[in-house]
């Protein structure tokens, strides 16, 4: 029996049943893992000795007859800029990469009472700034359906494991698409939370006003009791929400009778493979077949939306990557004859080529000059951008869009960045206006998995999940595998 293939329901349900073992269960994911690791790359870290201890605890309590969370003895995996205590943090980057945090971000906690396993740390476009998992200090990842295509970013590494069976289930961040775009490029279900939803703490920053924590998954159910374990308010984050935690899992009811169904005609024009949008006809016409209404609505300041995070976004990673000294902690580098040179050259030889182009750009709008031109400007831009969204929910219940305009592309480097950001335009909208959004798996175009995007209104993931789950359980494409991992 081939338990990487199983989902985090499937497996509790066996679990509890004792048809198999935590251990078991463990060490058939690290025997996937040397199996295929060389070859996908997922990883930065693992952690198998805690993992396999961690297992066998959670089997003494079973043996003992405890009643068991959702979540434990399932090992799963975690991006690399969510911190674990005593367990490496890099963010993929020369700067971080002998720090071991001396405390577990809020998720981490969460997911600890729950008796859960973490395999190991997954690999990401360093400091979470990119699209393609190749700006990673370490290693690019390899996409499981076609290892020599991207796998998304920035958390590719997450996306990419759950893909080719090597974890159950997988945190990402996403701070312009970065959770729900790999999970469109791999066939997986990734989903951004509503801003606040989650707590940050613990998630090194990249843009805080954009920043998210979410899960990737086989499927829906497993995001719902992913999304049902890590949400929650945190007196160590100002901007989490003091709302009550819905149970997701509930949610998730094959019924879309009367759901109004948006389709912005932005989205759907210039830009758009046509293959992927095929497939997006096709799941469209599905929907309506099972009795949800289509209307067409507009977000008209769509076109401004990718030029207004690509000021928004590095003003703040300008800011915040600014403790990266070479004082306080992570990479010094050596032969410095002074504090300023030494402050230079731990930049100059820490940081990437992504992350320096970031930083430059968001200095650049927020010096003296060009802030009221520029991040002034993006903010404005933002609050129409968020207006926009607004007034499309006056005539729908949640939004259908593409997840990307085109499947995984190559790794070749041959493309160059600012094409690499326009691909950002259907997600990055969702980020700035601090909206769930979900991308699920609706077909295949060049033998590569599609993904359809469902936006729901502020903390109204209960909706956006629904929908999900709906379409998924009317078709098989969550049960197909990428051929490196083997088809069910």
Request: proline share 5%; charged share 20%.
């Amino acid at each position: 029996m081939d338990l990487y293939k199983s989902t985090a329901h499937e497996l509790h349900d066996k679990l509890v049943n004792k048809e198999i073992s935590s251990v078991e269960l463990t060490k058939a994911l690290y025997e996937r893992i040397d199996a295929v690791e060389d070859q996908v790359k997922a990883y930065v870290t693992l952690d198998k000795e805690n993992a396999l201890a961690q297992a066998a605890k959670v089997d003494a309590m079973i043996a003992a007859g405890e009643k068991i969370a959702p979540l434990a003895g399932i090992p799963g995996a975690i991006k690399d800029n969510i911190c674990t205590k005593g367990l490496l943090t890099t963010c993929s980057s020369k700067m971080l990469a002998n720090v071991v945090p001396i405390y577990d971000a809020h998720v981490i906690k969460k997911l600890r009472a729950e008796e859960t396993i973490f395999l190991g740390k997954t690999n990401m476009d360093e400091f979470a700034m990119g699209s393609t998992t190749e700006s990673s200090y370490f290693q690019a990842t390899h996409n499981p359906w076609n290892l020599d295509r991207v796998p998304g970013g920035s958390s590719g590494g997450s996306a990419a494991a759950i893909a080719a069976g090597e974890a159950i289930w997988t945190l990402g961040s996403d701070t312009g698409g970065s959770i729900r775009q790999p999970a469109s490029f791999n066939g997986c279900v990734g989903i951004k939370p509503t801003y606040g939803r989650v707590s940050r703490y613990g998630c090194v920053a990249f843009a805080s006003s954009l920043d998210q924590i979410g899960p990737i998954t086989r499927d829906v159910t497993d995001a719902a009791t992913v999304l049902n374990t890590i949400c929650g308010k945190d007196e160590h984050d100002s901007t989490s929400l003091p709302v009550e935690v819905p149970g997701f899992t509930k949610a998730l009811r094959q019924d879309v009778k009367g759901l109004r169904i948006g389709l912005p005609k932005e989205y759907y024009g210039e830009g758009l493979d046509p293959k992927v949008h095929a497939e997006l006809k096709k799941a469209i016409a599905q929907y309506e077949a099972m009795g949800a209404e289509i209307v067409e609505i507009s977000l008209p300041h769509t076109e401004y939306a990718v030029i207004t995070y690509y000021i928004i976004a590095p003003a703040e990673a300008s800011a915040n990557l600014a403790r990266y000294d070479g004082v306080r902690y992570g990479f010094r580098a050596a032969n410095a004859t002074s504090a300023p040179e030494m402050t230079t050259l731990s930049r100059t030889e820490g940081f990437g080529a992504e992350v320096k182009r970031r930083i430059m750009l968001g200095t650049y709008v927020l010096s003296s000059g060009y802030y009221d031109a520029y991040y002034k400007k993006a903010m404005q831009v933002r609050t129409l951008i968020r207006r926009d969204f607004d007034s499309a929910f006056e005539k729908c219940d949640v939004i259908l869009a593409p997840t990307s305009p085109v499947v995984a592309y190559p790794i070749d480097g041959k493309m160059d960045p600012l094409s690499i950001y326009m691909l950002d335009v259907y997600t990055i909208p969702v980020n700035m206006a601090g909206l769930p959004g979900i991308s699920v798996p609706c077909g295949f175009a060049d033998g590569m998995p599609v993904g359809m995007q469902l936006i729901g209104k502020p903390l109204d993931e209960e909706t956006v999940l629904r929908a999900a789950y709906t379409f998924e359980q009317a078709n098989e494409y969550h049960k197909v595998l990428a051929p490196l991992g083997g088809n069910k």
